[in-house]
């Protein structure tokens, strides 16, 4: 069943409603943040109106996860976090968070990315602030492969820059010029959140056509967005466009795009397909198989396999 076929009613195989699917969001003090992800629920809602669609914030802002898992009592729920990788959110907070309500049935699914659709999101907010398919011509040549990106290999990018590690062959002196994209994403200490957004920057790389896609990051890890448009100039691309890799609007966003030279994308938003994205994840995780180690997990979730509904605690 693809991610469009769901039946909207939501009713699973035994005729009972789903499970209420909590859209976990990390929290923000800018409010056009808020009202981002109130469109985009919203939109979650008009695509499966019979889905029980909550919000919960791990920090800042009402209501708070804790919250509103409380106020699920002792329902079924699926935790959809609206994150963009791997990190300490979704290997921590989010299982702690689970195991506060120990009455409710939980389950948690996989971060966003890195997938396809958030791909086609950034390909689209590019597009609107000016991006023209004629804009590549100039960064590939014929020896260039498909999917080809400038971004470091990753021992080069766990480091503090871009590295050079983009090799002196046809290929990589076809990209030294024209158009390029830098990822602004948060940024996290966690690797494994770095490996995610570099696999997020190739998957760019490739829908663009081999335009060099470079990961940088607002805080936590390096390169910077100034420092990947320095490097990237160095290197003879003086067309350079900020692709924001945000989920809304806020301060990272804001700082992020101001460093561009040339275009900067808006933030993913509430665009259609990440709407789609949400349900798409918790289908994912209500329909997994049962797990006989009951776990709630982050791994088990990463697999694309959520816990098990396990019993509740009974009072």
Known sequence: ???????????????????????????????????????????????????????????IDEPLLSGTLAGLGTGRAVLVPLLL????HIKRDLP????SAPRLHTRIAAPLGPHPLLVEVLHA???????RMDATSESRGSADAPGATDAPAPAAAAGAGIGTGTGT?????????????VLAAAGSLDPESAADTRRTAALLSERL????VVPAYASAASPTVPEAVRALAARGHHRTAVASYFTAPG????????????????????????????LHRYDQARDAPYDQAR??????????LASAWPEPVRA
């Open 1 to 59: 069943m693809t991610i469009q076929d769901r039946p909207a009613n939501d009713i699973d195989d035994h005729g009972s409603a789903g499970p209420s699917l909590v859209v976990v969001a990390h929290g923000s003090r800018d409010p056009r943040t808020r009202a981002t992800i109130a469109t985009l629920l919203d939109r979650v809602r008009e695509l499966r109106p019979g889905v029980d669609v909550r919000l919960g914030h791990l920090g």
């Open 85 to 88: 990788s791997r990190g300490t």
């Open 96 to 99: 702690t968070a689970a195991a």
């Open 125 to 131: 907010r590019l597009a609107e602030a000016g991006w």
């Open 169 to 181: 062959g046809p290929a990589a002196r076809t990209r030294r010029g024209g158009a390029a994209v």
């Open 209 to 212: 056509g081999g335009v060099p």
């Open 251 to 278: 301060h990272f966003a804001t700082r992020s795009a101001a460093a561009a030279p040339w275009i900067a994308a808006a933030p993913l938003g509430a665009h259609p397909a990440m709407a789609r994205l949400l």
């Open 295 to 304: 776990d709630t997990s982050y791994d088990t979730a990463h697999r694309h």
